[in-house]
Nanobody
């Protein structure tokens, strides 16, 4: 069973930076759309940013200009560079992806695979 494995979370002071990474644990043919979501205590999970296989990106208004999503297609790895972090960015961050595992079953546009989450804590 393929899983997404995240790394890079941690604690940082406001104004600091962190970089998250996410990669599948097993063999895949390719990764299609990939995204980062986050969930803060007492709040619903929200989309932070997404990126298609050809590099088209979307950002939540709250992170525009501060966060950058990118991917290395050769490594099927997703990144999220987070700069100028604010206390309100504190949350568990989740990687999600639409993965192509079987030649007979191409990507379908849904985030069927999720990581276990990594905690990001920003203190004032």
């Amino acid at each position: 069973q393929v899983q997404l494995v995240e790394s890079g979370g941690g604690s940082v002071q406001a104004g600091g930076s962190l970089k998250l990474s996410c990669a599948p644990s097993g063999y895949i043919i390719s990764s299609c759309a990939m995204a980062w979501f986050r969930q803060a205590p007492g709040k619903e999970r929200e989309l932070v940013s997404s990126i298609t296989s050809d590099g088209t990106t979307i950002y939540a208004e709250s992170v525009k200009g501060r966060f950058t999503i990118s991917r290395d297609n050769a490594k099927n790895t997703l990144y999220l560079q987070m700069n100028s972090l604010k206390t309100e960015d504190t949350a568990v961050y989740y990687c999600a992806a639409d993965l192509w595992l079987d030649l007979r079953v191409p990507c379908n546009g849904e985030y069927a695979y999720w990581g276990q989450g990594t905690q990001v804590t920003v203190s004032s």
